[in-house]
């Protein structure tokens, strides 16, 4: 299912009188109070129009629209929505902007509304071909990798085919999906499929789901998504010295983006990656545009 | 033949003014229920975090007098049409066996219903007892006097006819 359906009318249907075209390509769905609705595909952007789509956009509708796609339980998404953003069913992700309600230094929830960003997650068998068999023939498949990449570049998407190959390789893969994007499961829905031997730690912050896969679930590999704080790197380090391989994701276009970051560089240094994946849209998303050979050493 | 007519009247005043009495005990057994209903959805808010529509229908399933709206209710929001507290406001609009009072603190309740914290939405969901409590209170003293009442002087006003007849 695809966001776009999961909105009330008349957006849902304006969706649907888009070109089989636009509806295929289309990435983001961006509400902005006081502005058109735009649609962004892959190199083209275009305003929402259609019977009943008003020229703009209001804060209440932002509202209902933000009410229905949780399905009027906020309560069950805060934590999500203190990081400014909701996961859907499927795996897709709104990205919320709006004023932030503090207590004690910390985000309590997100009110004022003044902004949604629906964004599609891609479910693409094979789309970590190329880069699997680029690893392989550098000899690199068999140790822990960092994919490396700018935000809409398709990190998610390619660590997810990345599970599903593996999987189905016979190795036991444990998911940490704090997010619920790489599985897109949801109340009465599995979610994407992983392959033969994943097992999914839903909505687990990552160094916890890290550590609980370590030690309860015995697998060969642990995924994660979006590394970012010090105690999930050091989560990561933790399963290296276990012994487990881990594929993760990280916001980062460059080498010198990942060698400033003060808590990822003592683990490239360390080895604890045996290669990095720069991905980039260039081509489409999920292009690779170079693998760094860290110099690790391999288990095989 | 007239013993058989008067006693023909005095069941049918007596059944008569059961009726009549009806909805006063009717709005007591529909208020206990949503009262039960609503104990049952806080732990399915609260601890389970479940979202709201599936809480309400597994809190619903031990009050037939609930499910009937909770199941409109899920037609409604289904439509992608109302956001909640219209939905909640149009359903509990509909329920016949609640009175307008009753109505009116449930309907409340559906404008903070779902748009919070867990802890909030508890909070809430207490707020509420007292109050449904206070109606149900007051249900059923009206139950005892005005029930009865129609019923007494149903059943005397058959009773005298019958005698008339007689």
Redesign the interface.
Known sequence: MTPWQL???PW?DAVGLLSPFQSESLEEMRFRVGRPVMLYGNHWVEELTGPQIPRTVSRGEC??IL??LV??????H?DELRQGYVTLPGGHRMGIAGRAVLAQNEI??ITDISGLNIRIARDVVGAAQDMYHRLTHLGLAHGSLLLAAPPRAGKTTIIRDYVRVLSNDGLRVVVVDERDEISGQA?GDNGYDLGLHTDVLQRWPKAEGIHAAVRTLGPDVVVVDELGTQNDLEAVRFAQHAGVRVAATIHASHREDLLVNPWLKPLLDEGVFTAVIFLSRRQGPATVEDIWDTGAVVAL | MRFVGALLLVVSTILLSRQAGRPFRTRVRALEQWQGFFDHLAPL?GFR???????FETACRPYPMVAPAVRRLKEV?G???L??EEGFSQVIGEVAHLWSEDRTILIDLGYV??????S??EHHLEALKPEVQRLLKRAREDGIKHARLIETLGAVAGIGLAIIMV
């Open positions: 909105l009330p009318h849902k509202e209902r009410d229905i399905e009027h339980s906020l309560y069950a805060l309590q929830t109340p | 808010i975090q479940m979202p709201l529509l599936q809480a929001l439509t992608g049409q956001s909640f219903l779902g748009k919070s914290d867990k909030y939405q």
